[in-house]
């Protein structure tokens, strides 16, 4: 039998995927596979009622041990979301989108509850600070999701936290309270496209972890997406690292990430009730 998504996982990997049998047609998981970050939005409003519906919508993102630990900040106040955006100028969509929304990762909901109870613990060590980003980044990406399904363009932000402090401050962080990423929603101003992802053969392990094949999934997929979408004109810091005869997805990574990012972010943490350490169970 023939699969149904041939189109969709074509785009999505450059090549033909062989699902290997029947599968259910769903229309939404057509959406999954075509889905694409935005970064233009054209002026139409989106209702606060939307907002809303999208930020229930996050918040039924599974969570830890139910523990709960992600919060958002909706920032409608202009002048602060002008001091944000102001902060990181490459990026004026940061400014520019209709709704700009923070999902935050939240350790300190757990320790008040803690409190309340009459049982102080502490939730900064590294189990509590991984906790709370993995429930806000599920949040966020039921967010980006739902917004996805009515037609809205979405663009998670994570460079907020290159300037961690100064966000805190504007956003108004308590301690263990931490941007995992802002979220840019609108109304998309054009189609935008769909950035191919690397085989599964290099993503997807059966029974054990086995790399050995990444050099040749990693070199077919820089050549498919160069074919799609060359960036050969567009060299990182050719005075570094010179200019590549070849320069595919994976070069372009790798310049990327010599570049350290989020620099401070863990002394910030540190300073903020954070110990990043193995957990006890001692009271505080
Ligand atoms: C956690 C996270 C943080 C991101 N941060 C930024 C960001 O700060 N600025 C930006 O323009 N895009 C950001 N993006 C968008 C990615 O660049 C985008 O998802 C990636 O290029 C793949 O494209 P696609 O989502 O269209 O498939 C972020 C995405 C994620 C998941």
């Known amino acids: 039998m023939a699969?149904?998504?041939?189109?969709?996982?074509?785009?999505?990997?450059?090549?033909?995927?062989?699902?290997?049998?029947?599968?259910?047609?769903?229309?939404?998981?057509?959406?999954?596979?075509?889905?694409?970050?935005?970064?233009?939005y054209s002026d139409q409003k989106v209702p606060d009622a939307l907002v809303r519906l999208l930020l229930a919508a996050a918040f039924s993102a599974s969570s830890k041990s139910d523990y709960q630990q992600a919060s958002a900040v909706w920032l409608r106040d202009r002048a602060r979301r002008d001091r944000v955006a102001a902060l990181f100028p490459d990026m004026?969509?940061?400014?520019?989108?209709?709704?700009?929304?923070?999902?935050?990762?939240?350790?300190?909901?757990?320790?008040?509850?803690?409190e309340l109870g009459g049982h102080r613990q502490d939730n900064g060590a590294l189990e509590g600070f991984f906790n709370a980003t993995v429930d806000g980044a599920l949040a966020l990406q039921n967010c980006l999701m739902a917004a996805e399904t009515v037609g809205l363009g979405t663009c998670p932000i994570s460079v907020l936290r290159n300037r961690i402090a100064e966000v805190a401050e504007i956003l108004e962080l308590p301690d263990k309270v931490f941007p995992v990423a802002g979220l840019c929603l609108g109304y998309p101003a054009q189609q935008g496209f769909i950035s191919m992802r690397l085989p599964m053969e290099a993503t997807v392990?059966?029974?054990?972890?086995?790399?050995?094949?990444?050099?040749?999934?990693v070199d077919g997929y820089d050549r498919a997406r160069d074919a799609r979408h060359s960036i050969k004109d567009r060299q990182r810091d050719p005075a570094r690292f010179g200019t590549a005869e070849f320069y595919g997805w994976s070069e372009d990574k790798a310049r990327q990430a010599a570049t350290p990012e989020g620099v401070g972010f863990a002394t910030w943490l540190k300073a903020h009730g954070f110990t990043l350490d193995e957990p006890n169970d001692r009271s505080r």
């Open 3 to 40: 699969n149904t998504y041939q189109d969709e996982l074509r785009a999505r990997f450059g090549f033909d995927v062989d699902l290997g049998g029947e599968v259910p047609d769903d229309s939404w998981l057509r959406r999954v596979l075509l889905r694409r970050t935005q970064r233009r």
């Open 205 to 217: 392990h059966v029974d054990r972890y086995d790399d050995s094949g990444l050099p040749e999934a």
């Open 92 to 114: 004026p969509w940061i400014g520019a989108a209709p709704v700009f929304l923070v999902f935050l990762g939240d350790a300190r909901r757990l320790e008040r509850l803690g």
